[in-house]
């Protein structure tokens, strides 16, 4: 049916329905109020036109085929998510180790090996001391020519000694053996060298046997007389064994005691330096005066030991 013919019935009857509401099968009729006057009019509803777009729109509702939506689950209610306390995390550490680029060299196990002990230094046992015999010139005695062609009637050197004199301005000196007993230290001799109106230097000497690097106390006895001139004693040591009493390696010490007429005695202590060392024991006169007559007599050398 048309659209428009559709209107138009339903706009019909829509008139009819307002216009005679008691000739509808069924209807009751309408009492007046009888306050009421019987000529009153009874109004009728004009449709406006609004109401006929709206049945208009209405029909081509029903005109149209209706969109049939495929059957779906109904949507139901999801709450909203809240917030859930994530749990505190535990962090693993792993230590990554880089594989060696090289070969790893096997770490050298070193074993300590206890140093062995040196074996214990023994105690160095000093040597006997050298005195007595010819140390204390209690030998027998040698003759000796004196060098310079001085006469010395008797001139003798007590054995395992040497003489050294010097030939001064006026000479030089005699050695001699003495017996006489006042000029003697101990035992019945002593070796004599004559000063008188002599200056110059005159003595002896003895090398020995010693040990390297060891100390060595030397001691030594003399007596000079009187003189206007007094001798001046003194000892000598060569630690290189040399025998030249001129010579720079004798070291040279002057007698601890100056006085005269009297027995006195020097000691010295020294460190050798080879296998063999000299002494020396000499007077020096330095005036050529009368007097000054020196003997000499119990020499000790003593090993100290390092």
């Known amino acids: 049916m048309p659209r428009q013919d559709l209107f138009l019935i339903t706009l019909s009857l829509m008139l009819t329905l307002i216009a005679t509401p008691a000739c509808l099968p069924g209807a009751a009729g309408t009492a007046i109020p009888p306050e009421r006057p019987a000529d009153f009019e009874v109004q009728t509803a004009t449709p406006t036109i609004a109401a ?60 300590v090996t206890p140093a062995a002990t040196s074996p214990p230094v023994r105690a160095v046992t000093p040597d006997p ?52 007993r006042p000029n003697v230290l101990s ?65 040279w010490f002057p007698w601890d005691n100056a006085a005269e007429d009297s027995w006195v005695a020097t000691e010295e202590t020294v460190t050798t330096i080879s296998e063999s060392m000299t002494i020396f024991i000499k007077g020096f006169h330095p005036l050529a005066e009368q007097g000054g007559k020196a003997v000499i007599d119990n020499v000790i050398i003593e090993h100290l030991g390092p």
């Open 52 to 111: 006929i777009e709206a049945a208009a729109q209405a029909s081509t509702a029903e005109d149209e085929p209706a969109l049939i939506l495929p059957m779906v689950d109904a949507p139901t209610h999801t709450p909203a998510p809240t917030q859930a306390v994530s749990p505190t995390p535990i962090v693993t550490a792993t230590l990554a180790v880089e594989a060696p680029t090289e070969p790893l060299t096997p770490t050298a196990v070193i074993t």
């Open 129 to 180: 001391p050298l005195q007595g015999g010819g140390w204390d010139f209690e030998a027998d005695f040698v003759p000796w020519p004196n060098p310079h062609g001085e006469p010395c009637p008797g001139a003798a050197v007590a054995a395992g000694w040497t003489a050294f004199v010097e030939d001064g301005p006026y000479g030089s000196s005699c050695l001699n053996e003495n017996l006489y």
């Open 187 to 251: 035992g019945v001799k002593s070796q004599e060298i004559t000063f008188d109106f002599i200056s110059a230097n005159s003595g002896v000497l003895r090398t020995v046997p010693v040990k390297t690097g060891q100390r060595y106390t030397i001691i030594a006895h003399a007596k000079h007389d009187r003189s206007l001139s007094p001798v001046e004693m003194a000892l000598g040591v060569d630690l290189s064994g040399g025998t030249d009493w001129q010579a720079d390696t004798v070291q």
